[in-house]
């Protein structure tokens, strides 16, 4: 019996939508990923770029910093005096004042060659890879020098075998004649090791290539000293002759293009090396100054997870859509079939009514019991959202004003001793002592107000500049603050500090508010040894300050110092601290461009160390801190 031509037509429309349903799905799912992807893939490229810019700038502000050094070495009078004298001349005055520039400025070696090339003084003069009798006339800064211009250069040492970056100037005997001819070239070379290590970050990749298309510098080590693309075996003999590279086989990278999104920017992929098969967004940025390109590679993990994130997304919705025009299909459908079943079975309509009446009432109580529930969860989120803030507001209220009362309680104690003392001079009638007295307590004024206004700026980064401060003035005035305390519990106060004054870059008050805080713990902490040692001590170690305190007390166990510079975390029974000093002191060490360190001192206490960068000669002031002038 053939079936009615509705019921065939209706079964092809619900094959037919059956098919539609994962097409659509498809297809929502394909959108969504493209879009997705395009997003993420702008939002990597803004990150890369803002990576790439910034790396861009540091590389080229540490290389060009020791571009004035051989042209400063080339006017002096010692260098001049010796390549115009005999060639039995005693060389070891000039190797030492070399090595003493190199150690001052950071840089690897500085080098004098004569007008045929040779090294004739090196500040490596005593190490068994010394560069003196060696020929450098083949380097390309030497010729450019050695013609009366400056020089850069970059490449392998031909002894060290060490990457560097060259800088070279010619040296004249005669500056004002226009017809001379250098008699010399210094040349000074940078280490890049430092910038590299930099570099190292899990999401990221760097890379510099030279004019050569050869990687010279890169944060992964395998990557160094790679060809960028395939070079043939003639182009490779022609870099291995000119020694740039030494004998490196400067093997290709196997970086290999997948798609263009911009001038300078692209998706690659490694066909060989450590990064088979990884893709990366790629970005370059050029280095007119140093003839280099830089590129950076980011992984394209996070434009990954945006597509399957969105995709996840898309298709809960697509999958409700689906049910709701189901649901709402069904609902139509059933419709249908009830009209048609009450015009057949009249007799049943009231019934079937009333049974869906109750069904709809039930369905809308539920309803309306759900809405208000919802209602009342959205009331409870909003109310807890609120208390959260403002337990926040609460808690930092609250630490800054732990802050406050911690850094202060030193001044005014020394405030009311001062009081105390100025009374008793005053009954006395010794009125010179108790005016110093008086201009202590103004100048303790002076610095609760400094310390203050330091304590609000505790939770963002300090816009000061700092200035060349004195250490030793710094101690000086850190331990008159407990002169009382020190002398009533004989404290033996010991100095490692040697005869040259030590300074800094800093704030003044800020250092010394570091230095009575680790003071004051110090003390503390030897409140129960029987002879209690405080020792101070500087060094200067490459560009920086070391700054150590060591006491004699307890010391600090390890698995305490990993948390000692958290806010409120203290060592001390209840009540006897806020645990706020040292995590301050921490940030403003921090701040200063240092460190601030503990560690476990030789006499068996605790030891804090604070490492900041050495003030330049020219910078250092003659007056001392003004904190100092306190009586």
């Known amino acids: 019996m053939p079936l009615p031509r509705h019921s065939s037509r209706r079964r092809t429309s619900r094959k037919v939508l059956w098919l539609l349903i994962p097409v659509g799905f498809a297809i929502v799912l394909w959108q969504t990923a493209q879009v997705a992807r395009e997003s993420a893939l702008d939002s990597l490229q803004q990150d890369a770029e803002d990576e790439l810019r910034l790396s861009a700038v540091g590389l080229t502000g540490h290389l060009s910093r020791h571009e004035y050094l051989p042209e400063l070495l080339a006017t002096r009078e010692t260098v001049k005096r ?17 090595d003493r520039f190199r150690s001052t400025t950071g840089v690897s070696d500085i080098y004098l060659l004569d007008s045929r090339g040779t090294t004739v003084a090196a500040s490596n003069w005593h190490k068994p890879d010394t560069f003196l009798g060696v020929n450098y006339r083949f380097r390309p800064y030497y010729q450019a020098a050695i013609a009366g211009h400056q020089g850069r250069f970059h490449g392998l040492g031909v002894i060290s075998d060490n990457r560097g970056y060259y800088f070279s100037s010619p040296v004249w005997l005669d500056d004002l004649n226009p017809d001379a001819a250098p008699v010399g070239v210094m040349t000074v070379k940078v280490l890049i090791d430092d910038i590299e290590s930099s570099w190292q970050s899990p999401d990221t990749e760097l890379l510099i290539v030279d004019q050569n298309g050869v990687v010279f510098m890169a944060s992964h080590p395998e990557l160094r000293l790679r060809s960028l693309d395939p070079t043939s075996d003639q182009r490779r003999e022609e870099l291995r002759s000119s020694r740039r590279y030494a004998d490196e086989s400067l093997l290709a990278t196997g970086l290999k293009e997948i798609e263009r999104l911009g001038e300078d920017s692209r998706l690659i992929t490694f066909t060989i090396g450590p990064f088979k098969g990884r893709n990366y967004l790629s970005r370059t940025s050029d280095l007119p100054e140093l003839g280099w390109q830089m590129h950076i590679l980011k992984p394209l993990t996070p434009v990954v997870e945006a597509q399957w994130l969105a995709m996840l997304l898309s298709g809960g919705l697509y999958g409700i859509l689906v049910l709701g025009v189901g649901i709402g299909w069904q609902r139509h459908r059933l419709r249908r079939e009830r009209e048609k079943f009450a015009a057949r079975e009249r007799a049943t309509l009231a019934q079937a009514r009333d049974e869906l009446e109750r069904n709809v009432a039930s369905r809308t109580q539920d309803l309306v019991a759900e809405i208000e529930e919802r209602r009342r969860a959205e009331a409870n989120l909003r109310q807890t959202r609120d208390e959260l803030v403002q337990a926040a507001k609460l808690a930092v209220l609250g630490q800054l004003a732990a802050g406050i009362n911690h850094e202060l309680n030193q001044p005014l104690a020394a405030i009311r001793a001062y009081a105390e003392n100025a009374r008793a001079f005053m009954a006395r009638q010794q009125w010179q002592t108790a ?67 030590l300074w800094v870059m800093a704030d003044l008050v800020r250092l010394e508010q570091v230095l009575v805080n680790l003071i004051s713990n110090a003390l503390q902490a030897m409140s129960d040894t029987e002879h ?16 150590w305190l060591d006491d004699n007390g307890p010391g600090i166990p390890e698995d305490q110092r990993q948390h000692i510079f958290e806010p409120f975390y203290t060592t001390r029974a209840p009540g006897s601290g806020l645990g706020l000093g040292l995590s301050i002191s921490a940030r403003i060490i921090d701040d200063f461009g240092g460190r601030l360190a503990v560690a476990q001192s030789p006499s068996g206490g605790a030891r804090f160390i604070i490492v900041l960068p050495e003030a330049p000669q020219g910078s250092h002031q003659p007056a001392t801190p003004s904190s100092s002038t306190a009586s």
């Open 82 to 98: 010796y390549l115009s004298g005999s060639p039995d001349q005693d060389m070891m005055p000039l190797n030492l004042l070399l």
């Open 435 to 501: 005016d110093a007295n008086l201009e202590q307590i103004v100048e303790l004024t002076r610095r609760m107000a400094d310390i203050s206004a330091q304590l609000r700026q505790f939770s963002r980064k300090s816009g000061d500049h700092p200035s060349a401060v004195s250490v030793p003035s710094c101690f000086d005035y850190a331990l008159r603050l407990f002169q009382a305390r020190i002398n009533e519990h004989a404290v033996a106060i010991c100095h490692q500090t040697g005869d040259e004054e």
């Open 532 to 547: 209690p040692c405080l020792t101070l001590g500087t060094c200067r170690e490459d560009g920086l300050v070391r700054i």
